[in-house]
């Protein structure tokens, strides 16, 4: 099995360690986390040290790839950034937990983590460093875009679009064909009925655009 690092200790970063455990592709052999103790154990795991000594860290450990374990769209993506600058030649790989449900003809960009109970139905297309959070649904012929996320429960209809770098929150529902425009974020428990433009948060059933948002706006 080769070597990975997890970029981020925090619970979601758990929850993707023990997703690649269990399938068994690769071995965790640490995270990166400037907020932690270098020798933090995490889930059995150490936390080896910060994005800044990622080349040193490749070296000594014979790491093949890496991935990004942190929620929030927008500072996944800053990491990233980083990290493209601090070891280019880096691999950014997938998660797929066991349980997942991937029908044929489904595409998964580099570095996305699809989680327990998830179902993905065929000619979808999951882009890069996207989260599939667990048992959300996700019908045929959908786009997700980079960097995007749906949180537990969501569901989407056929056709269904998300832009890059939104979230669509816990267990809403988008009905098939409908669009929800970038950096947008759709609130828990809302049915999108109506395509969403970009940069607003909605919620509600229907839902409703309630207000702007910047790009960067904490959302979890
Ligand atoms: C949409 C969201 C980001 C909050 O947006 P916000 O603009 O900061 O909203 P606030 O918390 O300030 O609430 C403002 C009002 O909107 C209401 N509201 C907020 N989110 C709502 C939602 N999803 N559905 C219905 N009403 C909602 C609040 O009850 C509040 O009403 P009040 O003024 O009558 O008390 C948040 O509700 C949400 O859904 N977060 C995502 C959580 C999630 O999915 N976590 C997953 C972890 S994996």
């Known amino acids: 099995m080769k070597n990975i690092l997890i970029v981020g200790a925090s619970n979601h970063g758990k929850v993707i360690a023990d997703i690649v455990m269990k399938e068994e592709r690769y071995k965790v ?32 450990h014979n790491i093949y790839g890496i991935i990004i374990g942190i929620g929030l769209n927008h500072v996944r993506e800053s990491v990233y950034e980083k990290i493209r600058e601090y070891c280019p030649e880096i691999v950014f790989v997938t998660a797929i937990h066991p349980s997942a449900s991937i029908a044929s003809e489904v595409y998964i960009g580099e570095g996305t983590v699809i989680m327990s109970g998830v179902s993905v139905n065929t000619q979808s297309s999951i882009g890069r460093f996207c989260i599939i959070n667990t048992n959300a649904s996700v019908d045929h012929d959908n786009k997700i875009g980079d960097f995007a996320s749906l949180a537990p429960g969501v569901v989407t209809g056929g056709n269904v679009k998300v832009g890059r770098m939104s979230a669509v929150s816990l267990g809403a529902n988008i009905i098939h064909g409908r669009s929800i425009g970038e950096h947008t974020v759709i609130g828990a428990g809302a049915t999108v009925l109506k395509d969403i433009p970009e940069s607003v948060v909605a919620y509600g059933t229907p839902a409703k655009v309630v207000r702007k948002r910047e790009y960067n706006e904490p959302y979890l």
């Open 29 to 60: 052999v640490g995270f990166l986390d400037s907020q932690k103790e270098p020798g933090t154990i995490i889930a059995k795991v150490p936390v080896l040290g910060c994005e800044e000594d990622l080349k040193k860290i490749k070296t000594a």
